[in-house]
């Protein structure tokens, strides 16, 4: 299930290198030697009695969008809780990006989000108040100690649990 969304996006590829008239049986060679488990992109683990998704591979306000809606039509029964930590690479942008990164995850409705790391992740918060995120479902842990043991206090049997950040 976890490399659901990179099939996806191998089929688009293949289907529209097809209209350009590369043969379907090079593109079958050619996709035959791809390896699509990535460590860290949207690899789904069954821990415990709880589900972990591992989308650490990369973070920006596109993926988190796009993981998001995908684990909601996933999961759209289970409680849903977001460990988040910063987003790198933003330049100049970055706080305003987290920012309204943090009204988007607020808009998805999650059981609790957690966000770590230093500098420009506390701006998640803001955008998660903006976009009417409970007060009560949010806590920011400036290093891994304190995210790690939040962490386990909030976690419940059955939760879906998105862990998003850049390496």
């Known amino acids: 299930i976890g490399n659901l969304l990179l099939v996806n996006n191998l089929v688009g590829a293949l289907t529209l290198l097809h209209t350009l008239k590369f043969s379907i049986q090079g593109l079958l060679e050619a996709a ?7 460590k860290g992109r949207i690899q789904i683990t069954p821990i415990q009695n709880w589900i972990l998704v591992d989308d650490t591979y990369n973070a920006n306000p596109t993926s988190l969008k796009s993981v998001l809606g995908s684990l909601r039509k996933m999961y759209p029964d289970r409680r849903f809780v977001m460990v988040i930590g910063m ?34 992740a506390r701006f998640y918060l803001g955008g998660w108040h903006d976009g009417q995120g409970s007060a009560k479902m949010v806590f920011y ?4 100690e304190s995210a790690v043991s939040h962490f386990q206090e909030i976690i419940e049997p059955g939760d879906v649990v998105l862990v998003k950040g850049s390496r």
Do not use: T
């Open 32 to 38: 035959k030697s791809l390896e699509l488990s990535v």
């Open 87 to 120: 987003m790198a690479e933003l330049g100049e942008q970055s706080q305003r990006l987290h920012h309204e990164s943090g009204r988007m995850m607020a808009s998805c409705q999650p059981a609790y989000l957690l966000a770590s790391g230093d500098n420009d």
């Open 141 to 144: 842990a400036r290093d891994l």
